[in-house]
């Protein structure tokens, strides 16, 4: 699989943001891409040109963990085209101070079952599907149990 596509279902697919989403090659779990600063030691994600800390333009990269904590979320019953609804979206806390957010992979069932607080993880998941069938691939979030089992 390549940062630029990757292959699902025998369908070519566009991975959004490979920067700092990674899908490695080797089958290994997908990771968010934190950025360090050098001279200020603040982590940010995702990377900026210049660290709004100090203004430094020089940063170490690394993987980011893949579990965090559900800080907050809400469903959207009408979403944007291309996106099925109804769609949950949440903010991700993660034990490095870096809050993120995302599209939860959960069922319409399970909607009731979202809580603040549930550890979720980052996972590579469709987000969305053009009009053509062309779809999108990026980070989501997934309940840990769910994703423990094979989902």
Known sequence: MTEKTAKLNEQEQVVFHPDFFKI?????KPYLIESKC???GQLWFPKLPICPACWSE??????MERVGKLYSYTVMNVPQPGVKAPLAIGYV???N???????IDVQAEEMKDIQIGMALQVEAGVIREDKNGKKTISYIFRPV?????GK
């Open 93 to 95: 806390d993660f034990p």
């Open 145 to 149: 149990a769910a994703s423990k089992g």
């Open 97 to 103: 101070g870096i809050r993120v957010g995302a599209q």
């Open 58 to 63: 020089t940063f170490d990269d690394s993987p």
């Open 24 to 28: 490695p090659e080797d089958g290994s």
């Open 38 to 40: 050098r001279s200020c």
